[in-house]
C-alpha cells in the first residue's frame, strides 16, 4: 500500500548510475540546513495516564539533549555494540536507533521474533557480542529468573539501562548476583519529555533500600516536587514531580 502511494506521488526517481552525468552537474556544497532545534524529529503515541492515546511530539532539541547526556554520561568506547529490538511505536526505540547510529558505533537490528523467545533472544545477544542494552523490567526480570544459567553468557554486555516501568529492590539484587561486573542503569522519564528526565546508578542502592530511586535530573533538566498549589514540597512529603528545562 505505502509502494502504491509512492508510485502514484510526484516523487522522481533517480538512478545513481543511469542519470550520473546529471547528477555530476549539481552543485557538491551542502545544502542550507533550515532547521532549528524546536523542529519536529517525531510523534510517538502513548496513553500516558489517561489511558487515551495521544500524539506526543518529540523536538530535535529534547531528543539530541537525551542523547548527548548519554554520550557524556555513559561514553561508548572502542569495540561496542549495540542493539535496536523496540517497535518505532515505542520512545525507546529513538534512544536505541540514534544514540549508536550518530556515533558510529555498529547496531545489531533484532526482529521480534527473536526478542520474544527468551533463550534466542540471548544467544544472539552473545553471538552478537552486544555491549549494551535498554529494556524494560519486566523482560530484564524474564530473562533473570528463567534464563540465569544463560545470562552468564552475556559478560560482555556491561551497560544495563532500565526504564517504562518501576523498577524493584529484589530485581536489582538479582541482576548484581548474576552479573556483578555489569552497570544497571534506572532511567525515569516519559514520551513528554523525550523518555527520559532522571537516573540512578543502582550500584549506589545502600543495603537497607525499601525502593529504588529515580534518581537526580540528566543535564539541562530541572526536576521539582511541588503540591497541589505548585509550592515545593519539604523532604518526605508527597506531591507531584515537574519536569522542566
Known amino acids: 500500500e505505502i509502494l502504491e502511494k509512492i508510485s502514484l506521488s510526484s516523487a522522481k526517481t533517480i538512478c545513481l548510475d543511469i542519470h550520473k552525468d546529471e547528477i555530476a552537474q549539481e552543485s557538491s556544497e551542502n ?3 533550515i532547521s532549528s532545534s524546536d523542529n519536529l524529529a517525531y510523534i510517538i503515541y502513548t496513553s500516558g495516564s489517561t489511558g487515551t492515546p495521544k500524539g506526543v511530539e518529540g523536538t530535535h532539541r529534547g531528543t539530541v539533549n537525551g542523547l548527548h547526556w548519554l ?3 555513559y561514553p561508548f568506547t572502542q569495540e561496542e555494540i549495540c542493539c535496536q529490538k523496540t517497535a518505532i511505536s ?3 526505540s529513538v534512544w536505541e536507533i540514534f544514540a549508536p547510529l550518530l556515533q ?6 533484532i526482529k521480534n521474533a ?3 523467545d527468551s533463550q534466542l533472544f540471548i544467544e544472539t545477544l552473545a553471538h552478537h557480542k552486544v555491549t549494551r542494552i535498554v529494556l524494560v523490567p519486566s523482560l530484564l526480570r524474564l530473562l533473570l529468573d528463567n534464563y540465569s544459567h544463560l545470562v552468564k553468557k552475556l559478560s560482555q554486555l556491561k551497560l544495563w539501562i532500565t526504564s517504562g516501568e518501576s523498577l524493584s529492590v529484589n530485581l536489582v539484587r538479582t541482576f548484581q548476583e548474576l552479573i556483578p561486573s555489569s552497570k544497571l542503569i534506572n532511567l525515569y522519564g516519559s514520551s513528554e519529555v523525550s523518555a527520559n528526565a532522571t537516573y540512578y546508578d543502582t550500584s549506589l542502592l545502600p543495603n537497607q533500600a525499601s ?4 534518581g537526580r535530573p540528566i543535564n539541562n533538566t530541572q526536576i ?3 503540591n497541589q498549589y505548585l509550592q515545593p514540597t519539604p523532604l518526605g512529603v508527597v506531591g507531584e514531580l515537574y519536569v522542566g528545562g
Open 31 to 33: 545544502p542550507i540546513n
Open 71 to 73: 554520550w557524556k554520561t
Open 90 to 92: 515505542f520512545v525507546d
Open 104 to 109: 558510529g558505533v555498529p547496531t545489531v537490528i
Open 114 to 116: 527473536t526478542v520474544l
Open 211 to 214: 525502593n529504588v530511586p529515580i
Open 224 to 226: 521539582y516536587v511541588l
